[in-house]
């Protein structure tokens, strides 16, 4: 699962990776710097406690996101 995300701050979007696959859960933010996870449960949480609608050109993307993210938490 792969999200890219406009963000106010940067000119590169944020993406947020959950690739159980190979094991990946990372964000790159809007500046390039990133943060990287053991568990797709830590990624999600992070996410809610750093990112806001408001941090996005389009909030209903992100909307969608934790959306997205909140069903996979409450699928596993």
Not at 2 to 10: I, N
Request: proline residues 4%; negative net charge.
């Amino acid at each position: 699962m792969e999200f890219s995300l406009c963000s106010f701050d940067g000119a590169l979007p944020v993406e947020v990776t959950i690739d159980e696959d190979n094991g990946r859960y990372m964000i790159r933010k809007s500046d390039t710097s990133g943060e990287f996870f053991n568990s797709p449960f830590e990624l999600i949480a992070w996410v809610k406690a750093h990112f806001q609608e408001d941090d996005f050109c389009d909030p209903q993307e992100f909307k969608a996101m934790i959306s997205q993210l909140s069903e996979y938490e409450n699928a596993s």
